[in-house]
């Protein structure tokens, strides 16, 4: 499974060809702080890469979650909109926000591999 992260910290990973999984790194959930609410996009929302997608508000700051590509929202991690502080737990895996079909994959590829978001980070 090939993960892909923005500057903003968000990460796509990708679970078949064309769909990926959403979420925010480990490093933004820690620069946030304990996150208390995630307000997830409606399944079948058009995205845009870099626009806002979801609302999330820890105990420090409200932000935005933006698409790391274009896409269309296919499914939201309920469990998060339920109890948001499993994106305190597990932020790059049980704390996803969504699930996309990417509209062009070819486009990742202008988003970071891990070791340069771990440069980036460093």
């Known amino acids: 499974m090939t993960t892909y992260f923005t500057p903003d910290h968000e990460y796509i990973k990708m679970e078949s060809a064309d769909v990926g999984v959403v979420g925010i790194t480990h490093f933004a959930q820690d620069k946030l702080g304990d996150l208390v609410y995630a ?3 409606e399944v079948g929302a058009k995205v845009v890469a870099g626009k806002d997608v ?8 409200a932000a935005e979650v933006k698409a790391p590509a274009d896409g269309e929202v296919i499914e939201i991690n309920q469990a998060v909109a339920d109890d948001p502080t499993l994106v305190n737990t597990d932020p790059e895996g049980k704390g996803w926000f969504f699930k996309m079909r990417v509209a062009d994959k070819s486009k990742l590829s202008a988003l970071m591999d891990q070791a ?3 440069k980036s980070i460093g």
């Open 116 to 118: 340069a978001y771990d």
């Open 54 to 61: 979801c609302v999330i508000e820890s105990v420090k700051a």
């Open 39 to 41: 307000e997830l996009p």
